[in-house]
Every structure is written in C-alpha cells, then in structure tokens.
C-alpha cells in the first residue's frame, strides 16, 4: 500500500515543472521510472554499476543513490529529454545519441542512456576532451558489452558533431591479402605505434581476394534497434506497467544446506496489499532442470520450483506478490522458517569425498551418477590408440589448472512479467536467451499446455549465457495463476550473484606427451567441473570443455575424463565460452609452458600442431553437447594467417624475450617500482552452433511497399544478431537495411528458434534466414515476369535462381528466373527493364495473380564450424606488488565472412573486456558459511572505462562453405584466449607460470616470491 | 566551498560535494589523485565532504590523502566551536556539528607521494599509501604517511615523522621507515588480499609514497 507520508515534489523534468507523488525513502531512480522516465535503468541499487544516471542540476548522479525528495526545486534530466519522442531515424537524435549509433557503441543498450548523459554533462563543460578525460568521466558507467571501445570513440566523434565539424561515416578498414608487402606496411603503419591517442582505429577486415564483394553484407550497418535504444524508448522487460500489476520478491536460504522442518506464512499472507505467498506446500513438486536446451533437456531433473530443502545459500524458499516491491519485501521478512541446518560443502574435491554431506538425497531425482559422492554426471571418452600414442612420446608433460566462478553481471538484472491475456492464455514477458524453450520447459510447471502460453522476448540488457535459463518466470507464472493479477519480478543485484548463474569453476589435469620433433601426439585432460547445487548446464558444459580442450590441438590420441560435482554454492550454468574458455587456459598455458621448458618458439609449436584445414575433428562425435555427436571436418581455417598478421602487427618478434635469454628478466625502474614487460599469445578455435541438434526458421513476407518483415526466432540479447539477419535478407532481396523490418523472438508470431547460445545465431538463424530469402526472391522474380508477362523455365533446383558471378562474367544466355536480378530496391530484367518492388508488391497483393510474396525456411547443421582466432597480449607486472597490468590486447580472428564488421568487432572487444576480468579480478568468494563475500559489481569489479588497455580487432576473413556468405560465429571466441595469453605474457615477463585465475596481484606475488 | 586565503587552510565546507572539491583550482594534486580513478564523477557530485568525514570507510583513500596533508575538523557546538585535527576526530567520537574542513595547502616547500596496488588500474586499492614532507634547509621539517588497507578500520595516520625530522631524507631512511611501518600495521585479511600480503605491500607502498617525495625534492633541488 502506498505510505501515508506520501508527498508531491516539484522538478524541472527535462526542461518542463512536473509535480511528482513520492514516498520519503523512495529513490529519485524509482520515482523517475514511475514519471515513465523509463530509460533511467536499475542495475544495482548500490551505486556500482551507473546504468541509473541522471544529470541532477547538470550534474551526473546515481539516481538510486539519491532520495526522491531531496530533488524537490532540482532540475533533473533524462534522455527522455535529448530528442522528440519518438526518433524515427537518425536524424530525429542529438549528436551524442547519433554518434553512439552510427559508432556501434550501443549493443544491449540498457546503459546507453546512462552513457550518453555522462557523455552530455562532459561535453556541455569540455568540447574537446582528451581520450583520457572521456574514459575517466564515463567510468561510472559500467558496460558489460562493449569493452567500451565504441562507447569512447562516439563520444569523441560526437564531441566533433558538436562543434559542427565534418566527419566521414564511421565504417571499418579493408584490404585484400593478395599483396603481402602492402599488408606489412599497412600493419605496421597501423598497429606499430599502440597509444598514439591520434585516431581511434575501426577495425580492420582482411580479406581473400577471390571473396566476393556483396552489397549489404559485409556493411557497417548501424544496428536496426539502435534508434530507439539511443532514445531510451521503454524497449526493456521492465519498462511497461500493468493495470493491477503486482510485485513479485523471493525469499532466499540464508543457510548453504538445510531441510525446511516448517515454514510460517500467516503473518506476511496477513499483510494487506499482500496477494499471494507460496511455499513449496502450495506449488505441484514438479521436477525439472532450469537449463534452457533444446528437447529433450539433459538431465538429471533436479530441480522443483520450491522445495522442502535448500542446497544453497540464496537457493529459493518463498515467493510473494505484493502490490508494490517494498511492500513485497516486508512480507519476506514476516515469513518464519524453521531450518533443520545440514553439514554443507564448498570444494568439489571434499564433495567427491565418501562420507560427504549428500547434496541430492531426495527420492525423486533421477539420472545422478554417484549421489552419494556428489557426483551428477561422469563422461568418459578417447579416440586414439592410447598405448601407442604415448609410447611415441619423448616427453610428457603434466600440469593441473584451475579457474573460479565468474558471474555473468549483464547490467539488466533478470526480469519478468507474466498475466493472462484476453483469451486466458498466460503471456510471459522476460529477459531471456531461450524463449521457445522457456515455453517448452514452463508449461508442466505451471499445469498449462503449451499452446497457452505466449513468451515475448523484449530487448534484453545482456545476458551471456545467464539468461539461457529459468531463472524467475516460473515463480512469476506461479504468482499470476495464483492471484489472476499481472506480476512483475526483477532480481535485485545482490540476488543475481547468489540466485542466478554462473560459470562452472574448473579443475583441470592436462597431460601431454610430445616428440621431440615438436609434434603432440598424446593429450589426456581430467576435468573437475563445479555446477553448484542444481546440475542444469553441468553436462553440456563440461562436454563442451573436454571437446573444444581437446579439439584444438586434435591430437592423434585425445582422452578425456570428467566428473561434474554439486557443492552447497551457487549454481552453474551457461557462460560465454561455454567450458571452452576454462579449457583454452589450460590447453594453452600448458602448450606456452612445453615450448618454454623446451627452448622452441611458441609460436612454432603451436602452428605445427594447431588443428588445420581438412582435419576431422578427433573428439567431435565423442564428444557432443549432451549427447554423441557427429563428425566434422574443418572446412575453413585463417588461423595461420590470423597468426601471421597478429605476429606482425605486434612486432612480436622484437618484444618477445628471446630464448637464449630465458632466464634474464626484463625489468625497468619507472619512477620508484620494478616493472617487467612482457608479451604473450594464445590461439583459440571454438564453435558455430550445436552441431546436429540447434535449428533455427525464418519468415519473411514482402510488404505494400516493397519492404519485407523478418520473423525470426532468433534472440537477439544486444549482440546485433537482428542486424546481421536483416543484412543477410537484404542482400539477398536486393534492398537495403532499412527495408527489413525485424520481428524477433515472439512464440507467437515468429517461427521457432532455439534461442541465443552456442554461437548459433549468426550460422544457424543466418543460414535459415537466407534460405528463406533465397524463397522470396524467387517468387519476387516469378511474380515480376507475371507482370511483364515474361514465360520462365524452371532452374535445376526447381525454382528460380540467381546466375553465378563467373556466369555473369562469362556472358552466358539467360536460361530463367536467375536472370533476373534484384538489387537497389528493383527487379532487373536481362532486357533493361525494370520495375520497383514496391510495384511488385503492389501488384501481388491488390492487382495480378493476387497471393502474399511469403516463404518460410528452417536450418539445421552437423557441422558447427570453428571460428580461429590469436590474441596478443602486452603486459607490464609490477616485480614487488604482483599487479598485472595489461596495456593492449591485439586479436585476430577468422570468423568466416564478416557480416557486420562493426558489430562483429564490438564481439570481440565485449569478449575481451570480460576475458580480462576473468584473467584479472573476477572471482566469486565465499565464506566458511557458504555466504558469497562479494555479491557487488563494486567489490567483485568488472573493468571500468578508465582502466581498460587499447584493444584492437582485426578480421583475417575466410570463406566457410556451409555458412551463410561464408560466416562462422563470433561471439564466444574472444574469451577464450585471453587468459593464456596474459599468462604466457606474464611469463615473459617474470619468469612464472601462473595456473590458476584470477591472476590477483597476490597470487603473482606469491608466485615471484616461490621463484626468488 | 569557501574561498582560500593567503597563508590559510583551505576550508571546505562539510556539504560541499566531492566533486566540487577536485576542481577548486586549489585542490592539491595528491588529493585530484585520491578522487580520480576509483570514485566515478557521479560517486564525487553526490557524497559530501561532511559524510566522508563521519565515515572514514565510505573514501579511505580521499580520508588517508587529507590525514597525510593534516587536515583538521572545525566543529561546533553550542558553547562555541573548536578545531581537532582529523585524526583525532575520526579516533574519537567527536561531537558537535562539522562547520568546516581545513586542508592546509601544500606550498613550494612540501612534496608529496601517492602508492597503491589493486587487481586492476581503477579498482579499489588493496593497500595505498600517502605520504607529505616538508623540506626546509635540506632536512625535513614534518612529515606524515597515511595507509589504507592494512588497518581493521581502513585507514590511519602512521606518525612516522618524528623519526625523520631533523634529518635529510635519505633512501636509507626511508627503507628503515617503511619497515617499520611493516611491523606497526594490523592489517585483516580478505580475498582481495591475505594479512601477509597487505602487510608487506604497507612497506612497499610507504616506501614507495616516501621515495616519491624524496624525487621530487630531489628534481626540484
């Protein structure tokens, strides 16, 4: 109910005097968002993460931080107030928010207001900041996505739209690999002078000469949803209210293993305004595993909404709807339960332990390979004659590795909202990666067929990976069907630490044996995977990290032995780089120290043994994501070149400590600390999709005016997959971005889609969305004859087609349909005619042979082809404190054909930025109690704009015959290499080899300590 | 924000923000150093002076730069008002209502030096160091170092300067200080840095915020 001590305050809200209701303790943030000042985003409620910022006076403030009241008589303003409501293009947009679109600094968008406010209140006061003057004033906005390296080039290219300077469009660089010497030049004119502080350096795309140049693909587009992010138009989950709408909030275990003996609900139940509190006496015990994959989810189903035991410190324990959050929170303090405490255990090697507490001890969990030991799953494989294979072994060489548990720390928190509609179907809301799934998967819980449930995936303020899972719409489905009312849920930010995901820490036994003619012929990896509580992605991720642990080195014998463990922490789950990332440290550090110990170039060993074109994948069919896979074969590599070029444009060669010095140290005297210097690499392959099981659909109707609506399934969590499928359908189609309408991840009206994971979206949806186009066109074609009255033959696949280039160039007669050509918004016959699609369209739908120009197309592949990529690290280690700090990142990547160079690169540098916490800080700590230490963006510390080193994306382009235009993915690849290569560099550096993550200043000492 | 007056402590007022203090022109540039890197410009704009100072852990690094510098409380009462100096206002409860911090302004004869480790450049120091001297006829006159991170309470003034009045400022010096310094902190442990660690990184850091003040009297002589 609404406080009593309710008072109106006076604002100027973006240039107009508004009265506000507002509570006493009501935050300015909350007030705002209830004014419909949407784009004011929670993210924190502890001043971490900025995504709340408003100009309060012209002043940058956290909003959350800031009481409502206290802006009384103040002026606030919001993006709200930046440009007319609604933009409708680009022009529409103040400089700043047309620099953040046209630059690619917007993905996700959930902290772009906060970024473009910074942005104003800095060039209001500097029109012509420095790069370190606009790092420092944005670094109270933290961005998940970006890496921040677009985010400060539109604010720098803004700062010049501001002063009314020219500038040209912000696009990448190109150039062809024929000319080897021109490329030197270019990379070192380009890259050889890190800091120079004088251009910001777009991305470079590499290309084969024989690569055909396409119109739309391959374009810097500017992302489809990057207007109304830039705006902050309420694109969000949470940015809608309902009439009648309730607040959801979950009460959490204090405890890190306990039975419920009972559990009191009268009082809070009692609370008016209080509509539901369930427990798990009130909720059916259906079992099931949160993990969002495709039918039939791996298993074990161990999992029920609410349960009579907690495993976790934050695991569930009630839920409330409440008709308003504070509300709702006070009836969670009201509920008294009585906990029967278990013994509890934190260490996946104490949990294998006989005699360990039993985490699952529950009758009616099926699928558990050892309960008793804790052990979920054991996954055994090998290819390769073992005996002879290690008996080809001069050397072997056997190394233990271990990574911690990271937490995803998308500045959107989970969200939802779920109510009945007008024909009594339950519509579900949410920030999710998996929203079919999510259909799929709620429907048992909630007693529903599927057909009456309807999920709408709005924008989404990052997810990678975390939202590749239930995480509250079953509690809020629960919530609506037990009041009837609308219910919003939203995680707080301390919930999304210990009640969300996170990534499975690892513990890794690699053992390889080599010849001494540098070749690996024997590689054994034992894996130790922590999923926390609940198994969900326990299976798939840990298979993946055998697979892609030992793919990339393929090794004529490869084994691999794993056990996924529970322990009494939070649970596990989906995380860029899926088990690959955990691996590649291990693989690749392992590989960096062999060449050390042997006196060979690392670079060689590597080269000599990578995985090559034309290699069948060893542990590919072995090896699948939850299942047996299927074989594979590499189809496209540019890992040499990815290699080469890296090598050159980082002068490795000149860093790099050379051998006959191995044991000199590079140590520099800057002011009064010990700094060594040092360069490191790593190499890195992982995968397109989920071969054989992900499958993607595509709809694409032409519309009155010759423009075409996209239906796709795909979700796009603010990686600009919506952009790369529209570009994908325009190219072929023959139109331009802006004729693709985009309507993405609707169980309604889209087709099906497995959702945003594996890094499908690109090979997967993009290979259905061309299929589909390639449909359209025919009939465009086909309808365009119609009309002038041209007879087609049919093409040998039974359908129009277009003619191939070397037809075209060779002159050849026009046999059909495939004559006919489509671009610039026209169909073009071989005649000279011509006539606009609009007049097709115009025709089809009112006038001649009246049908809908529609097709559908689905895809699915038992390839996932690699992307490849190096990443070259430069790193100054202070000798006396530990403190790594890494000064530039240089990555190289092969990902088929770029579709979008801008968004593509905006991949890499995203990956990177949380590769580098991963490798530097990231680490979630417990307590004796299993309490999560540092369950703040604060403290936990994601890098901020003022802190991240220069990073540079250059794309070695490919052509990978089963992609669409040749692509392979690229969203996961770029974290997978970032912290052997900042261990081989720290290693040149010192002298040490570093085998455990986060490298913290500590540990570093420690380890320089052991070795003096 | 009051203006300073020849020869007088910059007095700040306590609802003056952060922020308003890092760009007076006579902010001194060990204290622009504390404010930047870890605090955002939105931390600076809406945290007061007064708050910090009731709460030494909210800025330990602003707190330890003005302890360094000899800041001083102006409190008032209703029998009148007096001056503590911060240290001692933040060891004791001290009552009454702050009507002005005094930060005395580092003149041509004072040098000053700032050290700190943390896992990542803007990350918050897992210990720092602040360290002022003042020269004059080639010996030093006072000296103070300030430390966060290696106390139960986050930070406090080390008052090692007794032990260098007098005398010039010599690495050797220095070196013997800072160990000292090493056996006097009490620092508590945690994942961002075990007791051992922040212990020894109290010597590293105060000997580096020292040297640094000996450089600069150093280059300037």
Known sequence: MPDDRRRTIRVILNGQERTLPVEPAETLLDALRAASCTSVKYGCGTGDCGACTVLFDGEPIYSCQKRAVEADGHQVFTVEGLAPFPAHQLDDLHPIQRAFTETGAIQCGYCTPAQILTAKALLDRNPEPTRDEIQSALSGVLCRCTGYVKIVQAVERAAVLMRGEGLPSFRHSAVSLSDDEALTDLLAERYATPGDGREPRTPLVISPPDLARLQVVGGSEPKVDSVKLASGAPAFTDDVKMEGMLHGALLTSPHAHARIRSIDTSEAAALEGVHAVLTHHDIPRVKYASGGQSFPQPGPYDQVCLDDKVRHVGDRVAVVAAESPRLARRALRLIEVDYELLPHVLDAAEARVSGSPVIHDEPDTEGIYDPDRNTVHRIEAAEGDREEHWRRADYIFEREYRTSQQQHAHVEPHACITYWDEDGRLVVRTSTQVPFHIRRMLAPLVGLSEKEIHVIKPRIGGGFGNKQEMILEDLCAHLTVATGRPVRMMYSRSEEFTSSRSRHPTVQRYRVGVTKDMEVVATELDLVGDTGAYGTHGLTVNMVAGQKGLTLYNTPYSGFRCDVVYTNKPTAGAFRGYGAMQTHFGIETLMSEIASEMGWDVVEFKRRNWIREGELLVMAKALGEGREGFEQQIRSSGLAECVRVGLEATAWYRKRRKLDQASAVKETEVGNERLRHGIGMSVMAHGSGIAGLDMAAATIRMNDDGSFTLLVGAADLGTGSDTILAQIAAEELGVGVEDILVHSSDTDFTPFDKGAYASSTTYVSGNAVRKAAVKVATLVRKHAAAMLGVELRESREGGARKRTRQEQVSGAQMTGAEDIELHHGAVWFPDGRRMTLEQVALSSLHQQNQHQIVASASHVSHDSPPPFGAQFVEVVVDAETGQVTVERVLMTVDAGRVINPITASGQVEGGIAQGLGFALCEEMVYDADGRLVNPRLGPYHVHKADEMPEIDVIFVETDEPTGPYGAKSVAELPIDGVAPAIADAIHDATGIWLREVPFTPERVWRALRTQT | ?221
């Open chain 2, 1 to 221: 924000m009051s203006e300073q007056e020849a020869g007088e402590p910059w007095a700040v007022h306590p609802d003056a923000s952060l922020q308003a203090v890092l760009e007076a022109p006579c902010c001194p540039a060990l204290l622009r150093t504390a404010l930047t890197g870890v605090h955002s410009w939105q931390l600076r704009t809406q945290t007061p002076v007064g708050r910090t100072l009731r709460a030494f852990q909210l800025m330990p690094q602003w707190i330890a730069t003005l302890l360094a510098l000899g800041a001083s409380v102006r409190l008032e009462q209703g029998d009148g008002a007096r001056e503590v100096s911060l240290e001692r206002f933040g060891r004791q409860a001290s009552s009454g209502d702050i009507a002005a911090l005094h930060i005395p302004l580092i003149d041509s004869a004072c040098r000053w030096g700032e050290a700190h480790v943390a896992r990542t450049p803007a990350d918050e120091p897992i210990v720092a160091a602040f360290a002022w001297v003042r020269f004059g006829g080639g010996v030093v006159e006072a000296a103070r170092v300030a430390l966060t991170g290696v106390w139960p309470e986050g930070v406090r003034l080390v008052a090692p300067g007794n032990a260098l009045v007098g005398e010039p400022l010599t690495v050797e010096q220095i070196l013997t200080l800072a160990a000292r310094i090493r056996e006097r902190v009490e620092p508590v442990g945690d994942y961002r840095g075990s007791e051992r660690y922040r212990r020894a990184m109290a010597e590293v850091m105060s000997r580096r915020a020292l040297k640094a003040c000996l450089e600069l009297e150093v280059s300037d002589a």
